[in-house]
């Protein structure tokens, strides 16, 4: 048992779920944790690689059925997210924006001849999907998104731009989300189309294992058939967040891990004043608040993802979760930083890479601040949005 586990969660775990986590924590262990620092510091991830080994494990779009999908559970999906970010934020979030966003909306909106055509392939790593909401100018409200759909004939044009998109320069398919004249539609759009220009977002200060970038759409002409049919208004995209987001509220449970496991190896070995820090009580403090921080998020995962498994997760819950968990993953990370030293701010150590990182998951996938409203609509029933 993990010594964070302070509340032995791990005993309501089943065999196959602990199976599938010891299988993630191998792969990142063999896998990224040798590089990551690496990669971070050059601003750069072999995605395509990975992509291909989390393909081979099944760990693509793993909660969905059918389609080459491992069709597992939403705890094991969300345990194998925390393994996943242990290793990086952008480790995992390759993996989500994969299976919870891009293979999510095709496989829950679209077509037979799309999931045939994109699921397979996506599932197992060889073709590489992004879902692309944000906008330059629109990001916590995307209901007033610019990016234009108008149909001509069969066909349907494409015209806006698409910002911040995890993937976008390495993705074969776009989920596109426009405005029509009918309301939001989603669009699964083919890279190579002409008039698709991708660029990437350089300089990012977190997340640098993880490709981010800028989509145009210049008059993209598609064909009918590029649309999801079942994607209608935009409680669509709304609701593959929905999916991405419980993933999410595991996979920072991870980063938080790494970084308390760091730090309590750190300091039981580091001696200031003839004792190791783990022995000062002020350390012992700041330890054991963390700890139980973790274990409380935790428990608060593992119900959503109960919940996700008998179908009654709604999205409000999973607001409860990333606020709760994101935030106190950075707390944990910013202040297992401060027992570090000087070493923090080392790129030797993971904790300062995992606390950069918690800074983008703080605001990707709905901000702290949109979670809080979507908490206090649902405690007050007033939506401070409208
Ligand atoms: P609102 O009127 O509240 O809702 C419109 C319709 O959608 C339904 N709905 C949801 N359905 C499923 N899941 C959710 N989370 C939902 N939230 C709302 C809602 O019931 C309604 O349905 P209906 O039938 O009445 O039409 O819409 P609003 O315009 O007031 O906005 C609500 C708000 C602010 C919560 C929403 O816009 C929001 O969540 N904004 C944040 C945007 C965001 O999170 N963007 C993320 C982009 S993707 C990303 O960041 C990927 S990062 C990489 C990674 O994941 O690793
Ligand atoms: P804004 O919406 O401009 O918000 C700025 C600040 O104002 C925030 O603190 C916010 O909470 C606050 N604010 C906004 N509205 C309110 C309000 N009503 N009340 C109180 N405070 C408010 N998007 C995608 O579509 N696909 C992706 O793959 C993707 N990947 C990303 C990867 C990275 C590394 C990052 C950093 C972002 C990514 N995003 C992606 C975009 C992300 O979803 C947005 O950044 C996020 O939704 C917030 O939008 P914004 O940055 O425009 O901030």
Known sequence: MSPLDLLDVDSSLSAEERQIRAVVRQLVDEQVRPHVAGWYEEGRVPARELAREFGRLGLLGMHLTGYGC???????????????????????????????????????????????????????????????????????????????????????????????????????????????????????????????????????????????????????????????????????????????????????????RDCLETTLEYAGSRTQFGRPLAGFQLTQAKLADMAVEWSKGYLLALQLGRLADAHRLRPDQVSVGKLNNVREALAIARQCRTILGANGVSGEYPVLRHANNLESVLTYEGTSEIHQLVIGQRLTGLSAFA
């Open 70 to 256: 491992a069709g597992s559970s939403a705890v094991a999906y969300g345990l194998a997210c925390l393994e996943l970010e242990a290793g990086d934020s952008g480790v995992r979030s390759l993996v989500s924006v994969q299976g919870a966003l891009a293979m999510y909306a095709i496989w829950r909106y679209g077509s037979t001849e799309q999931k045939q055509h994109w699921l397979p392939a996506m599932a197992a790593g060889e073709t590489i999907g992004c879902f692309a909401l944000t906008e330059p100018d629109h990001g916590s409200d995307p209901a007033s998104m610019t990016t234009r759909a108008r149909r001509d004939g069969d066909d349907w044009v494409l015209h806006g731009t698409k910002m911040w998109i995890t993937n976008a320069t390495i993705a074969d398919v776009a989920v596109i989300w426009a405005r029509t004249d009918e309301g939001v539609r989603g669009f699964a759009v083919p890279t190579s189309t002409p008039g698709v220009a991708v660029r990437e977002i350089r300089r990012k200060m977190s997340l640098r294992a993880s490709v981010t970038g800028e989509i145009s759409l210049d008059d993209v002409r598609l064909p009918a058939a590029a649309r999801l049919p079942d994607a209608v208004g935009l409680k669509a995209p709304l609701g593959c967040l929905t999916e991405a987001r419980h993933g999410i509220v595991w996979g920072a449970l991870g980063a938080a």
